[in-house]
């Protein structure tokens, strides 16, 4: 039986061998990114951004308003620090928002009200520039792309608290950005999704938001459209979608996550789980061999990394695969490690760490 005390850390540094650590599943293996003390990571996110390298990287956004690139490196992770804000950073995406440089670009922006493009190179530098402020604002949630066809470019949706989103162009002169208020907001939005594109060419977006609702963003020749997906009497903190764009998953902060679906007739909602309070962390993906077993991983205040999984026709299962040293803030999935077919999952928080969880070579 697995050990589900927190689990401690190694005597050993990531950047020089695979830093293994207790306390995971029987079936997965747990093992360190980056230790970061007692710093919290918050948002962490796997995006393709050197061109020179096969793997993704990972970002990993902290307390200290540091934004840390980590490169994966035969089991080992070399820390890149990008950016230092002074404050906390938790916005985070990467779109092709900037046609005057090679893309995609990753966005970022924090406790500051300060919004940064980063960019990579063929020679191995990066580097960030600020490209919009929002004074007496916090910068939650950002995403990247074409998304209003009333523009004449792709844009940087910001979403703020107090609780207002602004769209971020770069249509200003001498290569610098233009920034316009689209609207106050009911409540602040905790997280977003970018779907892929529809039928009419443009990608719709999923938010989740403090006032518990669930919403489905798209533009048209009008303006912007919202509708309501789902709403509950918590709020909503975190975002998962399904690999084929129908189904989108859901947290509330009572510790239950939902499914919702895309059919002909709306969206339907149906409840997964009843978990503690406070879940912070939110994947969907391959966890399981079986490629008919839906899968979900779930990280939040209780510091346990659990995987839900269901297969066709029955109830879902659940098993805790790792319990962190403090409370958990973020979960994100790549891939990282071809011996298995399965995805990776990586879990971050106030433990102030990042933490890779692989299930074993097929």
């Known amino acids: 039986m697995a050990d589900h005390s927190w689990s401690k850390a190694v005597d050993a540094d990531p950047a020089k061998i695979h830093a293994r650590l207790s306390s995971a599943s029987a079936d997965w293996e747990a093992s360190l990114v980056i230790d970061n003390d007692k710093t919290g990571i918050w948002t962490v996110k796997p995006f393709s951004f050197f061109p020179q390298y096969a793997t993704q990287e990972l970002f990993g956004l902290d307390d200290l308003g540091r934004c840390w690139v980590l490169v994966s490196y035969s089991g080992k992770w070399t820390p ?3 950016l230092r804000d002074g404050v906390w950073l938790g916005a985070l995406a990467q779109g092709e928002a900037d046609p005057r ?28 520039r600020r490209i919009a402020a929002f004074p007496g604002k916090e910068l939650h949630t950002v995403v990247a792309g074409e998304f209003d066809p009333r523009n004449d470019s792709p844009e940087v949706l910001v979403f703020t608290r107090p609780g207002a989103w602004y769209r971020v162009s770069p249509t200003g002169e001498h290569g610098e950005w233009v920034s316009e208020e689209l609207g106050p907001l009911q409540a602040r939005i905790r997280d977003a999704l970018v779907l892929s594109a529809d039928e009419s060419g443009r990608s719709p977006i999923i938010t989740a938001a403090r006032d518990g609702a669930i919403r489905e963003l798209r533009f048209d020749a009008g303006g912007p459209q919202w509708s309501l997906i789902h709403q509950v009497g918590q709020g909503r903190g975190r975002l998962a979608a399904g690999s084929d764009g129908r189904v989108v998953y859901s947290t509330a902060d009572d510790g239950r996550v939902f499914r919702h679906e895309r059919t002909a007739s709306g969206w339907q909602t149906e409840l997964v789980y009843s978990g503690s309070h406070g879940p912070r962390g939110l994947a969907a993906g391959r966890f399981h061999p079986d490629p008919q077993q839906e899968c979900l991983a779930l990280f939040g205040y209780s510091g346990r990394v659990e995987l839900l999984t269901r297969a066709p026709g029955q109830a879902w299962q659940t098993e805790v695969l790792f319990v962190d040293r403090d409370k958990g ?10 011996r298995n077919n399965t995805l ?6 106030y433990g102030g760490r990042i933490v890779m969880l692989s299930r074993g070579a097929d």
């Open 80 to 82: 890149f620090p990008i």
């Open 101 to 128: 440089v090679a893309g995609p670009e990753v966005y970022t922006g924090g406790a500051a009200g300060r919004l940064y493009q980063l960019r990579a190179y063929h020679d191995g530098g990066l580097d960030a």
């Open 329 to 338: 803030h973020w979960l994100c999935a790549g891939e990282f490690d071809g």
């Open 344 to 349: 990776e999952i990586f879990a971050s928080g």
